[in-house]
């Protein structure tokens, strides 16, 4: 739009030294010379558009690059940055498993069974419903003639690191029953 103004600008200012320089085209005397003022003028308006030429062709200056930027970004809508993908968490190791042994009326052979079902630290055996330890005792190629009804709560003393509590609880079973 600011070339387009300076262009008319400068048609302007030529059609007025045109008509100053040569006068009226009918007239019978010699046109007077020009007065002084149109000269400056006539200056003034070309070195204006050969500045503009030269500032919009030639950006050197880091501030007239930054206007550039600034006026064409304010031209184009803002884009919304795409947001960051959440970092993945790390895998977690999973825990070491717990000798499950040392809960009264669990063996070897019902040890593996559990860990085979998953249960493989105190903390889970604690969890884990009497009627589901039922259910993979029930599932093993063996006869396990094994009672859970105690092994939640042994376990959860387990998980707790209360030894003493547990080792007077187990004085109290036979074989992880209650007697």
Known sequence: MLRS???L?????VGLTLMAFT??????????PAPWWVWVLVVLVL?????WWWLS???????????????????????????????????VAPPEPDDLRRIEGIGP????????????????????DVGRLREILDAA????????STWPEQAALAAQGDWEALARL??????????
């Open 5 to 7: 103004h300076i262009v």
């Open 9 to 13: 600008l400068g048609q302007f200012v």
């Open 23 to 32: 006068g009226p085209a009918l007239a019978e005397e010699p046109a007077p």
């Open 47 to 51: 070195l204006l558009l050969l500045l």
């Open 57 to 91: 062709s030639h950006p050197q200056e880091q501030g007239q690059e930054e206007l550039l930027v600034q006026a064409e970004s304010a031209e184009e809508p803002e884009e919304e940055p795409e947001p960051e993908p959440a970092p993945e968490p790390e895998p």
């Open 109 to 128: 052979k019902i040890s593996a069974l559990l860990q085979e079902a998953g249960i493989t630290t105190f903390a889970q055996l604690a969890a884990t």
């Open 141 to 148: 190629p063996f006869r396990a003639p094994a009672d859970p």
């Open 170 to 179: 187990q004085d109290e079973l036979k074989g992880g029953r209650r007697v």
